[in-house]
Structures are given as structure tokens and as C-alpha cells.
């Protein structure tokens, strides 16, 4: 069979001189692509070792470290398929990610052990091991014996390289099944849209969990085979100080919020740099103004999702226009539809569908969903609403799915209602996203007490949904009410509670 394992992509692209590095880490300590490729070997070996096939999922929750990077790089590399999963998530949902997926192994921090080796014993799961912040742990020292060297899986390209879980309106989270081939032709097409050099150093302080940090900015810099500056998380003033030596930085709207605060950052600081690039959650035009108005550099947005990589982005060359995230990338087909089925005119808001090799096959185990998701002629449904100007730039207005994005994390209001309505003395809830100057939307719940219960407070609230929830889940705000308001219908009207208790202070 043709070898289309994207691990065997990215070894291509490595410097022939594998003494060159690849990370320069918060420590000091530089890992070369001969280091990065051993370690992956070893890795791969102990995986395969343990007698997983080619397919079998491996479960990570760990906070992100090189040898974090590595984990995913061997599990490429062993043909299995990764499974990222943020590290504030709880037992009940790691629990659920588990199961769902039949993980045949996990890999966890420590502090989850307390909960996650009876969770395990009672999936019946055999190889749980830990993985810290400083990338030690059990799983590393079971590791150390293994042979440097391993053979990389053939893979064909439909076959699955990892599984990322995205929340449903349901509350029931699903699992997007992405391809070898999905990976690799988004790496591709970003690489080249955005212009990598053999000179470029990009900055990387995203959480490896997530599409943006792992896919987007860690396979661009595998693609380019060169450096990144390896940061554990963002670091406004530190980033400000590396622009200085480095070419590419990538981030999260409340990133580039939080870098003009900094008084350091000036046209100066910038001087070096050659691209500034924000996704994961919609960046404001004020933001994108000020940016540019301080540094000298217009921010690059695009627009991806976990099932798809990126879509489209606004160009290296031309004008990046804000309040838009570009054109569709090569490759990828976009188009607006109205609720009848065909295509909206320029100007007009309708809903977006997208047709490609980096779009996702379907969700794990779930045929039924997948003929929902996808139309008659293979177009995927996003859930987002948008329209395209008559020069083809895309906006996006509104999200059909009412997900909420707050610090470029995603979070659906059903999940939380459900975890709220649970609570003692809880008859109902609503959640909705409100503007906030910081993170872009906060979580705010809106709850009724059950009738002739003691009312919750929003701290009793908040504590409790902290032990059930990731943090980034839990409600900043809680506002105890009595009645929601509704429609004739009976449907709660979130329009009138946006408003009510929004903007967010704090």
C-alpha cells in the first residue's frame, strides 16, 4: 500500500542536518529534529509494544509539554489515532471520551489519577499511564527502554489519525473522525498561503488540545522544518520581548487583546516579524484597527472548525480586510444557502457549507448524525451563518448551532444547562454568551429555583458546576431569577437575556 502516513509528510520536510531545532523551550532546553525523532520512535515502539493495532485510539490529557508534541508525533508515527482532551475536563466528561471512543490506552496528568484509575479499571482499559507538565511521568519512564528507531506504519489516507471531540446542541458530545488526508492537505495549503521561509521562527504558546495549536501552528512549522519558540502558555509580556527574533505568531483573539495592553508593543518590537494570524473565535474589527495602528503589521484571520482544519483565510498578499475571514483556501469549496437550498446572492446571510479533502468522513459511530451533517452533493453543514461580499471576501454573522466561544474555546449551552439543571434546588436554566472585552464571549447562566427550595446563590452555583464542568464551561456570571422569558411559542427568548445581562464587567 502507498504510505500516506502524514508523520512520514512531515519527515520529508525535516532539515537534512537533523541537528537543527525544532523546539526551544520556557527552560532553556533546545530539542533538535534528530532528538524529536528519536524520542517519537521510542514512543511509537513502547505503543506498538503494548499491543495496540493500527487504528486503536490513545486518549491524551495532559498540559502541554515537548513531550506532549512528541506523544502525538509517535502515534502518528505507530499508526494509532490521537485523541487530544483538554486538560480542565472532569471525570464525567473524560468518562464519556473513554467510552465513546473505546480508548486503548490513556495518558493523563497526574492529578487526574485520583478519579482516572478506577474510571479506567471499570472501562476495563489496561494501560493508563502519567504524563506532567515538565514531561515526566510514568508513561516516559516505561518508555525509556524502547529502541530509538522504529519503522513508521503505512497508513492509507482515509485512515483515521485522530479523533477531537465537539460538544452537541444535545449536550452529547461527538467525535470528528480526520483523516491522514485530512491533515495533510490542510498542512499543505496553509504552508504554502502563508508563505513559510526557511528563515521563519514561529512563536507558539497555544494549548496542544486544540485544532489551533496542534494542527494549525505545530503542523505548519513541521511542514516548513524549522524552529518554534515552545511556550507552556501565553505570555503577553514575553511574547512582546520574542517578536524581536522571531518571524510568525499565532493566536486566539484574547491573545491580541491582552498584547495591547502591553506597553512594549510598538512598531519597533514588531520590526521582524512578518505575519500575525488569530482564529479559533471571531476577532473584532476594533481589535484588528488597534493592532495594526501599534505595531504596523494587519492581522491575518481565517476561519476553521474541529471537523474541517481551515477554510479559508484572508491573503499573505492583498488586502486583509477586517471583520472578514477571507477567501476559501485552495482546494476548498464554500458556499452560503438560503433555507431552501440555494445559494444566497453576495450580500445576502445564509447558511454555510464546505466541500474538501481536509473535510472530516463523519463522527465516530454515528451514521444517522452523518447523513444529517452532510447534504445530498457531500457538502458539510457548518451550523454557521455568513455571507460572501461581491469581491468574495466570507463574514460570519451568527452561529446557527448557538455555540458560544469564549477565549477561543468552544462551549454549547446545552451542555451547561443540563450540568445546572441537575443542581439542588435547580428548576431550570438558560446560558447564553455575552460580549466580554477579555475573553470575546463569557458564559452566563440565567436560573429559576424550584419552587419552595432554598434559591442557590451564583457562588454555590459556580462551585458546583467547577467540580462537574471545565473551567472554561462554568458560567462567569450566574443571575437567579424567577421566570425565563419566552415566546407565545414557550421558547426561551436568549435574544432578551443577551441583552439584558450583557456586556460582561470583569
Same mark, same amino acid.
Given at each position: 500500500?502507498?504510505?500516506?502516513?502524514?508523520?512520514?509528510?512531515?519527515?520529508?520536510?525535516?532539515?537534512?542536518?537533523?541537528?537543527?531545532?525544532?523546539?526551544?523551550?520556557?527552560?532553556?532546553?533546545?530539542?533538535?529534529?534528530?532528538?524529536?525523532? &528519536?524520542? =517519537?520512535?521510542?514512543?511509537?515502539?513502547?505503543?506498538?509494544?503494548?499491543?495496540?493495532?493500527?487504528?486503536?485510539?490513545?486518549?491524551?490529557?495532559?498540559?502541554?509539554?515537548?513531550?506532549?508534541?512528541?506523544?502525538?508525533?509517535?502515534?502518528?508515527?505507530?499508526?494509532?489515532?490521537?485523541?487530544?482532551?483538554?486538560?480542565?475536563?472532569?471525570?464525567?466528561?473524560?468518562?464519556?471520551?473513554?467510552?465513546?471512543?473505546?480508548?486503548?490506552?490513556?495518558?493523563?496528568?497526574?492529578?487526574?489519577f485520583s478519579w482516572l484509575v478506577p474510571l479506567a479499571q471499570r472501562l476495563g482499559m489496561r494501560h493508563v499511564f502519567s504524563l506532567d507538565e515538565y514531561g515526566q511521568g510514568t508513561f516516559v519512564e516505561a518508555a525509556r527502554g524502547s529502541p530509538g528507531t522504529f519503522a513508521t506504519v503505512p497508513r492509507s489516507a482515509d485512515d483515521l489519525a485522530a479523533?477531537?471531540?465537539?460538544?452537541?446542541? @444535545?449536550?452529547?458530545?461527538?467525535?470528528?473522525?480526520?483523516?491522514?488526508?485530512?491533515?495533510?492537505? /490542510?498542512?499543505?495549503?496553509?504552508?504554502?498561503?502563508?508563505?513559510?521561509?526557511?528563515?521563519?521562527?514561529?512563536?507558539?504558546?497555544?494549548?496542544?488540545?486544540?485544532?489551533?495549536?496542534?494542527?494549525?501552528?505545530?503542523?505548519?512549522?513541521?511542514?516548513?522544518?524549522?524552529?518554534?519558540?515552545?511556550?507552556?502558555?501565553?505570555?503577553?509580556?514575553?511574547?512582546?520581548?520574542?517578536?524581536?527574533?522571531? %518571524?510568525?505568531?499565532?493566536?486566539?483573539?484574547?491573545?491580541?487583546?491582552?498584547?495591547? &495592553?502591553? +506597553?512594549?508593543?510598538?512598531?519597533?518590537?514588531?520590526?521582524?516579524?512578518?505575519?500575525?494570524?488569530?482564529?479559533?473565535?471571531?476577532?473584532?474589527?476594533?481589535?484588528?484597527?488597534?493592532?495594526?495602528?501599534?505595531?504596523?503589521?494587519?492581522?491575518?484571520?481565517?476561519?476553521?472548525?474541529?471537523? %474541517?482544519?481551515?477554510?479559508?483565510?484572508?491573503?499573505?498578499?492583498?488586502?486583509?480586510?477586517?471583520? %472578514?475571514?477571507?477567501? +476559501?483556501?485552495?482546494?476548498?469549496?464554500?458556499?452560503?444557502?438560503?433555507?431552501?437550498?440555494?445559494?444566497?446572492?453576495?450580500?445576502?446571510?445564509?447558511?454555510?457549507?464546505?466541500?474538501?479533502?481536509?473535510?472530516?468522513?463523519?463522527?465516530?459511530?454515528?451514521?444517522?448524525?452523518?447523513?444529517?451533517?452532510?447534504?445530498?452533493?457531500?457538502?458539510?453543514?457548518?451550523?454557521?451563518?455568513?455571507?460572501?461580499?461581491?469581491?468574495?471576501?466570507?463574514?460570519?454573522?451568527?452561529?446557527?448551532?448557538?455555540?458560544?466561544?469564549?477565549?477561543?474555546? /468552544?462551549?454549547?449551552?446545552?451542555?451547561?444547562?443540563?450540568?445546572?439543571?441537575?443542581?439542588?434546588?435547580?428548576?431550570?436554566?438558560?446560558?447564553?454568551?455575552?460580549?466580554?472585552?477579555?475573553?470575546?464571549?463569557?458564559?452566563?447562566?440565567?436560573?429559576?429555583?424550584?419552587?419552595?427550595?432554598?434559591?442557590? @446563590?451564583?457562588?454555590?452555583?459556580?462551585?458546583?458546576?467547577?467540580?462537574?464542568? =471545565?473551567?472554561?464551561?462554568?458560567?462567569?456570571?450566574?443571575?437567579?431569577?424567577?421566570?425565563?422569558?419566552?415566546?407565545?411559542?414557550?421558547?426561551?427568548?436568549?435574544?432578551?437575556?443577551?441583552?439584558?445581562?450583557?456586556?460582561?464587567?470583569?
Amino acid at each position: 500500500m502507498n504510505d500516506d502516513n502524514l508523520y512520514s509528510l512531515f519527515e520529508s520536510r525535516f532539515p537534512t542536518d537533523r541537528s537543527q531545532p525544532l523546539l526551544h523551550c520556557d527552560d532553556g532546553r533546545v530539542v533538535s529534529y534528530g532528538e524529536a525523532e &528519536a524520542i =517519537a520512535s521510542r514512543y511509537a515502539a513502547f505503543l506498538a509494544g503494548l499491543g495496540l493495532e493500527p487504528g486503536a485510539r490513545v486518549a491524551v490529557q495532559v498540559e502541554k509539554s515537548p513531550e506532549a508534541l512528541l506523544v502525538y508525533l509517535a502515534c502518528l508515527k505507530a499508526g494509532l489515532a490521537y485523541l487530544p482532551l483538554n486538560s480542565a475536563y472532569q471525570e464525567g466528561e473524560v468518562g464519556y471520551f473513554l467510552e465513546n471512543a473505546e480508548a486503548g490506552a490513556v495518558i493523563a496528568q497526574p492529578k487526574s489519577f485520583s478519579w482516572l484509575v478506577p474510571l479506567a479499571q471499570r472501562l476495563g482499559m489496561r494501560h493508563v499511564f502519567s504524563l506532567d507538565e515538565y514531561g515526566q511521568g510514568t508513561f516516559v519512564e516505561a518508555a525509556r527502554g524502547s529502541p530509538g528507531t522504529f519503522a513508521t506504519v503505512p497508513r492509507s489516507a482515509d485512515d483515521l489519525a485522530a479523533i477531537l471531540y465537539t460538544s452537541g446542541t @444535545t449536550g452529547r458530545s461527538k467525535g470528528a473522525m480526520i483523516s491522514h488526508r485530512n491533515l495533510a492537505s /490542510n498542512a499543505r495549503v496553509l504552508h504554502a498561503c502563508w508563505g513559510f521561509r526557511p528563515d521563519d521562527v514561529l512563536i507558539h504558546m497555544l494549548p496542544l488540545f486544540h485544532v489551533h495549536g496542534l494542527f494549525v501552528a505545530s503542523h505548519c512549522v513541521l511542514m516548513n522544518g524549522t524552529a518554534m519558540r515552545f511556550h507552556a502558555k501565553f505570555d503577553a509580556k514575553r511574547a512582546v520581548a520574542e517578536f524581536a527574533d522571531s %518571524t510568525v505568531f499565532m493566536g486566539v483573539p484574547t491573545f491580541y487583546t491582552r498584547l495591547l &495592553a502591553e +506597553p512594549g508593543l510598538t512598531r519597533e518590537a514588531c520590526a521582524k516579524m512578518r505575519l500575525f494570524v488569530s482564529g479559533s473565535a471571531p476577532l473584532l474589527a476594533e481589535t484588528h484597527v488597534a493592532f495594526e495602528q501599534r505595531s504596523g503589521h494587519r492581522i491575518l484571520e481565517r476561519y476553521g472548525m474541529t471537523e %474541517t482544519g481551515m477554510l479559508t483565510s484572508n491573503p499573505l498578499e492583498g488586502e486583509r480586510r477586517a471583520g %472578514t475571514v477571507g477567501f +476559501p483556501l485552495p482546494g476548498t469549496q464554500v458556499r452560503v444557502m438560503d433555507d431552501t437550498g440555494e445559494a444566497c446572492a453576495a450580500g445576502d446571510i445564509g447558511h454555510i457549507q464546505v466541500k474538501g479533502d481536509n473535510v472530516l468522513s463523519g463522527y465516530w459511530r454515528l451514521p444517522e448524525k452523518n447523513k444529517e451533517e452532510f447534504t445530498a452533493d457531500g457538502y458539510f453543514r457548518t451550523g454557521d451563518v455568513g455571507s460572501f461580499s461581491k469581491d468574495g471576501y466570507l463574514s460570519i454573522v451568527g452561529r446557527s448551532k448557538d455555540l458560544i466561544i469564549t477565549g477561543g474555546y /468552544n462551549v454549547y449551552p446545552k451542555e451547561v444547562e443540563l450540568a445546572i439543571d441537575e443542581l439542588p434546588g435547580v428548576q431550570e436554566s438558560a446560558v447564553v454568551g455575552v460580549p466580554h472585552p477579555d475573553f470575546g464571549e463569557a458564559v452566563t447562566a440565567v436560573v429559576v429555583p424550584r419552587a419552595g427550595a432554598e434559591p442557590p @446563590t451564583e457562588a454555590q452555583l459556580i462551585a458546583a458546576l467547577k467540580a462537574r464542568l =471545565a473551567n472554561f464551561k462554568v458560567p462567569k456570571r450566574v443571575h437567579v431569577v424567577t421566570e425565563l422569558p419566552r415566546n407565545t411559542m414557550g421558547k426561551v427568548q436568549k435574544n432578551l437575556l443577551r441583552d439584558r445581562y450583557g456586556p460582561a464587567k470583569g
